[in-house]
């Protein structure tokens, strides 16, 4: 198994914005899943789309990662922040 690879090593000047997801698109009752939709969204490279952060979420804790070209990349808690 491949050891995560993080945005802010990819690209430590990606952009973001809080956009809140149109419906509650892959919630479940009990709040888990696999691929959650979260408020935030990123740009990368300063151009091309932004992009949805996605959740996976088992348990009391949450990895927070957007999808860039079929790979994942994850965050460190500090990386968003609803301020931006």
Known sequence: ???PTY???YDPNFQQ???PPPTAY???ASGYGSRIATDFQV???SRGPWRRVY???WSNAASLW???KGQRFYFYDCDLSRSA
């Open 55 to 57: 959740a996976t979420c």
């Open 26 to 28: 892959g919630r479940c």
């Open 66 to 68: 957007v999808s860039v």
């Open 1 to 3: 198994m491949n050891p």
């Open 7 to 9: 945005l802010s090593a």
């Open 43 to 45: 740009r990368i490279h």
């Open 17 to 19: 914005r809080v956009c």
